[in-house]
């Protein structure tokens, strides 16, 4: 059996027609049908790719550019805000990490994934290509 993409009900598998809305059934209509029917709504709210962000660019920002700036400018050792900054990257990498494997739970259990991807693979990118940096330039 599979279903109608226009009314949802059942109707044989090799059907051209549905019987119950008389719709043509085409191939791809039904597989798109089919495979958005397949992930319910997820109530579930996936947050960790925006917390990875999040804690990327208050250590980009916050700490490598203005603290790092400041600690610099009044003579303290300018390295304790990029040994911060270097945390909140760990952090973040984790961060889309979880947001990633989240998805994949959700949609092994059969919901939407929630979570945005793309800001999860963002966030850990930008944080290893920047911790690496900070690692490489400042720290060493
Ligand atoms: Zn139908």
Redesign the pocket.
């Known amino acids: 059996m599979k279903v109608?993409?226009?009314?949802?009900?059942e109707?044989p598998e090799d059907s051209k027609f549905?019987?119950?809305?008389?719709?043509e059934?085409d191939r791809k209509g039904l597989e798109k049908a089919s495979k958005e029917q397949r992930l319910k709504k997820n109530s579930r709210q996936n947050i960790w790719s925006k917390i990875g962000l999040f804690l990327f660019f208050v250590g980009m920002i916050g700490f490598d550019f203005i603290l790092g700036t400041v600690f610099n400018a009044i003579g303290i050792n300018p390295k304790i805000p990029y040994y911060v900054s270097s945390i909140l990257y760990i952090l973040a990498i984790f961060c889309g990490i979880a947001s990633i494997r989240t998805d994949q739970q959700d949609k092994k259990r059969g919901y939407q994934p929630t979570g945005n991807q793309k800001y999860a693979y963002v966030a850990i990118c930008m944080s290893v290509f920047i911790g690496l940096v900070n690692l490489t330039q400042v720290i060493l």
């Open positions: 109608c993409p226009y009314c949802h009900k109707i549905c019987y119950h809305c008389g719709k059934i």
